[in-house]
Structure formats: C-alpha cells, structure tokens
C-alpha cells in the first residue's frame, strides 16, 4: 500500500511540477538509452560469433597450411612441400577485373620483392592466377578469369586430372575440362591442383562440382566448378615460388631434346 500510495504521489508531483517533469524526463531517457545500448552490445556480441567462427576457421587452415618465417616470406608448414622448396610470399591487390573476356589483376610486388613471372598466385581460400608481367615493385597477374588461363587440377577423391578454364559467363564458377568418361563424378566432389606443373604444389584448393555434363563428340566431361575463392573480392593474395622451378626446367628440356 506504502509503495502503491509514493508511485501516486511521485506521478503527481511529476506531473505538476515542470523540473521535476524534465528531470524524469531526462532520467528516462538516459535509461532507455543504457538498456538499448546494452542489448545493442549483446546483439552485436552475439552477432560476431559467425564472424568469428570464420576467423578461426581460416586461421586454423592457414596454421595448418602456413608457417611464417622470420624473413617475411611464408612456407608451407608440410614437410614434403618444404623439401620441393615451395615458398609463399604475402602481396596486396591494387587492381582486381573480373568483368571481361581476359582479366587481370595488379599486385605490390616485384622484381625488388622477388617475384618472377610464371609465379602461382592464390588466398586462403583458393587460386587466383598466375604472375604475368613482372616490373620493379608492381606486378600483372593473369587471373583464372582469363580466356588465355589454363591450370591443371584433379577431382581430390580420384586423382583423375584435365584443365581448369573458363567460359567467360560467371565469375564464380569455371570449367573443367578433359575428365575422362572412366572418372566417376558427382556433385560436391573436391578439385584441387595436382601438382603437374612447377608453378602450383599439390593439393590447393579450388571449389566443388556444382554440375556437369557429358560430351559425346569428345568422349569427355565438362564439369563447372564452384570456387572456394570469391573472385569478385579479392584483397591479399599469396605469390608461390617453386625454388626448383629453373632445375625442373632445365631437365624437361634435355630430356625432351634428347
């Protein structure tokens, strides 16, 4: 009764006083105010943990991918790829195309930093290209994105391998091309780099089959693949250097010579 008679008396006196009406006022606002604030920081607290499911998911890959090494330059953390001599390098994207026929991509990064041509480029996520045309601290790299781009890959289960290229529709999704009737393929199945060339070590990401289909004439698939990298929002990218790229070389050509 106490309490129920001081709300009547306090909502009274509120009501006929004008500083006591603005200081409830005022008191209610900075209440209402906290409370929202409050329940915005639980919101946005509660909202990040996709955020950061996504964080710790790519540095868990990149952990178990990456080592960083004093000098500034990334290596891969598995032993086999270290003894193929595999170093990666960090590099910023300046430039990025995607919308036309032959797209290109610009990098910080160089001759002065190390890079070459013929260099894999990729993120965490997947490849992005290869380095084209090298100057002092600024480098081209023709993206996946191009007519004139073709990188061997696999289906991860099978081993079965043919090109990566791309039709110039969306670019999101490429194809794969020269997988033999034998192969058995399904949707979902993984692709990733299998290692045939010096430019890309084994086992890089790609994307999934996201459908396919057969072709009569040339006996063989055409399997469009969804990547794992989106190439539309490409920021920082890592250069490949095969340190045995030149010696590899140099032994295809005598034995091809020979």
Known sequence: MFLFLLAISLGLTIQSHSYHKSKFVSSANF????????????????????????LLEENSRLKNLLQLS???????????LVELGFVFRPAEVINNNFSKANNFLTIKGGKNQ????????????GIVGITDQVGANFSTVLSILNSN????????????????????KD???????????????????T???DGRSTIFPKGIS?????????????NFYIIDIALFNDMTR???????????????KELETRSTDE
């Open 70 to 80: 004093e000098n500034d330059e990334v290596t891969i953390a598995d032993s086999t």
């Open 206 to 218: 790609v994307g999934t089959v996201n459908d396919f289909s057969f072709d009569q004439s040339e």
């Open 191 to 193: 692709i990733s780099t």
């Open 114 to 125: 190390g890079l070459k041509p013929a260099m894999g480029v990729i993120t965490s996520n």
């Open 149 to 168: 781009s073709s990188i061997s890959v696999q289906l991860s289960k099978t081993g079965h391998f043919g090109s990566l290229v791309w039709n110039g």
């Open 234 to 248: 490409t920021e920082n990218v890592y250069i490949i250097e095969n340190k045995n790229a030149e010696e590899i």
């Open 31 to 54: 209440l209402t105010g906290s409370i929202y604030t409050v329940k915005s920081d639980i919101s946005t607290y509660f909202g990040l943990r996709k955020e950061n499911e996504v």
């Open 171 to 189: 670019p999101n999704v490429l194809q794969l091309i020269d997988i033999s009737r034998q192969a058995p393929v399904a949707i979902g199945d």
